[in-house]
Structure formats: structure tokens, C-alpha cells
Nanobody, 121 residues
Framework: VQLQASGGGLVQPGGSLRLSCAVSGASLDYYAITWFRQAPGKEREGVSCISGSDGSAYYEDSVKGRFTISRLNAKTTVYLDMHSLRPEDTAVYYC???????????????WGQGTLVTVSS
């Protein structure tokens, strides 16, 4: 199983970005997928998760109402739409998979590489 994250970049405060996590070698029906982020000097934190069984979503409090997680099973891709971005959202964002896991994920079976999101004017 491999995960490939993409879509990061530089955006002004208040702007939007869409991150993509392409999953190969697995069906999204069997994996919970979580977006994590790690800001400079801070610990990695879970931001949003989507369950494999029913597609239900989970959000960390600081991103509720601003971020939306979704998936296209046929394309085995999970998206994170980020709106109203703030400087404190600046971080390296990673996607990760947990086989037969629920949200929030308690373990990680596979990690993708990170994609950098920078929110700055």
C-alpha cells in the first residue's frame, strides 16, 4: 500500500487549497484515512479523518467548519479541502492509512510523504 500526498503550496491568509492523497494497492472501503500535520517545532497532530466503512468524517476542533475531507472510491483518492486558511495552518501535511480502523485513528499502518502548506501574506 502506498500513499501519495500532493497539493501543498503558498497561499495568503483567507485563501483555499485542496490536498490530495492518492492511495494505491488498497481499497478505500477497508482503510480509515487521516490527514495529519506537523508545524515547525510542534508535534504531529491529526486534522481530519474519513472512515473506510461508511465514509463518516472527523475533524479536529481548530479546523471544523473550514476543512472538508472527502473521497472518491473509484479513484482511491482522499481530498482535504481547506478554506479560510490561517497562518497557524502552516505545516507539512501527511496522509496515513489504518486498515479496518475507525475515526479518529488509533494506529497507523501506512504513511504518505508530506506536502508543505504555507499560509502567509
Amino acid at each position: 500500500v502506498q500513499l501519495q500526498a500532493s497539493g501543498g503550496g503558498l497561499v495568503q491568509p483567507g485563501g483555499s487549497l485542496r490536498l490530495s492523497c492518492a492511495v494505491s494497492g488498497a481499497s478505500l472501503d477497508y482503510y480509515a484515512i487521516t490527514w495529519f500535520r506537523q508545524a515547525p517545532g510542534k508535534e504531529r497532530e491529526g486534522v481530519s479523518c474519513i472512515s473506510g466503512s461508511d465514509g463518516s468524517a472527523y475533524y479536529e476542533d481548530s479546523v471544523k467548519g473550514r476543512f472538508t475531507i472527502s473521497r472518491l472510491n473509484a479513484k482511491t483518492t482522499v481530498y482535504l479541502d481547506m478554506h479560510s486558511l490561517r497562518p497557524e495552518d502552516t505545516a507539512v501535511y501527511y496522509c496515513a492509512a489504518d486498515y479496518l480502523g475507525n475515526c479518529p485513528m488509533r494506529s497507523v499502518d501506512y504513511w504518505g510523504q508530506g506536502t508543505l502548506v504555507t499560509v502567509s501574506s
